[in-house]
């Protein structure tokens, strides 16, 4: 699968959409249970038909996230979990994993490295793309060059509050695909998912032409599947899969139960 490390994620959302397919975005908590372990889990993703990998960087103020991916990330920081840990793992790991890879880290943990200096480590590793989730529209603009200087992809969110005009600037700014936020609030499993989404998504597709991935409560293959038929182009799924990595008893447990799900939602959007 190296050669297709340097895959962009624009250029995965392009070859999902030729083959009529919606793309399957998982998310991990790198470090939780242990980074050998996320190393495995990314394998078993790709495996199990991931397009696209999203790689959390643990942090200590996760502003968006739910309680699942905060204890994960807690716990990763408990273990000493550093940022270039996470990176030299990416870096081992990459060669192995077909799906584009993207780092999703909160402003500070970039800021601390330097910006060019991080996006050009990230990059070096394999990292294809990035998701700055603390970081407002109208400072994106220095981290986007930062990101093309280095030959990532920066990707935005919208959420249920993003006002259309906005949405439009968003999406407009956002590179790869546009991450759009199922619920306004923190990440988590959801029993259901707000079937506002089905007017989120069409109001967003109204105003993008690029590929628009839903995210943020979505946990099981029946989500997916309505998400899909709703017309997304992609759909993310974190927390139930943070879930039983980092709280299934054993790692070889959690990576047992992490295949099963993947397989299952994979189904579900084929």
């Known amino acids: 699968a190296t050669q297709d490390k340097a895959q962009s994620v624009s250029a995965r959302f392009a070859a999902v959409r030729e083959q009529g397919r919606c793309a399957l975005i ?22 199990g038909g991931a397009d696209i990998i999203e790689l959390g960087v643990p942090y200590s103020d ?20 550093q940022l270039q840990d996470v990176i030299d793992m990416v870096a081992a790991t990459t060669p192995s994993v077909a799906a584009p890879v993207v780092l999703f880290t909160y402003f500070n943990p970039i800021m601390a490295m330097g910006l060019d200096r991080f996006c050009a480590a990230i990059r070096a590793a394999g990292a294809a793309g990035l998701l700055v989730p603390d970081l407002p529209l109208e400072e994106t603009g220095i981290v986007q060059e930062a990101a093309q200087r280095a030959g990532l992809e920066l990707i935005l969110l919208v959420t249920p509050t993003t006002p259309e005009a906005r949405m439009r600037k968003i999406a407009a700014a956002s590179q790869g695909f546009v991450y759009l936020v199922s619920i306004a609030g923190v990440t988590g499993a959801r029993a259901q998912v707000a079937d506002r989404v089905e007017a989120l998504i069409a109001t967003l597709k109204a ?54 799900q993947i397989a299952a939602l994979r189904a579900a959007l084929d």
């Open 62 to 81: 996760p502003l968006a996230d739910g309680p699942t991916i905060q204890a994960a990330a807690a716990r990763a920081l408990e273990r000493r979990t």
């Open 26 to 47: 998982p998310f991990l908590v790198a470090g939780d249970p242990d980074l050998e372990t996320t190393a495995e889990a990314m394998r078993t993703l790709d495996a």
């Open 207 to 260: 105003n993008t032409g690029k590929p628009v991935a839903v995210g943020f409560g979505v946990s099981e293959p029946e989500h997916a599947e309505k998400i899909k038929g709703w017309g997304a182009d992609g759909v993310i799924v974190g927390s139930a899969l943070v879930k039983a990595l980092g709280e299934g008893g054993s790692p070889q447990a959690g990576l047992a139960t992490l295949a099963d």
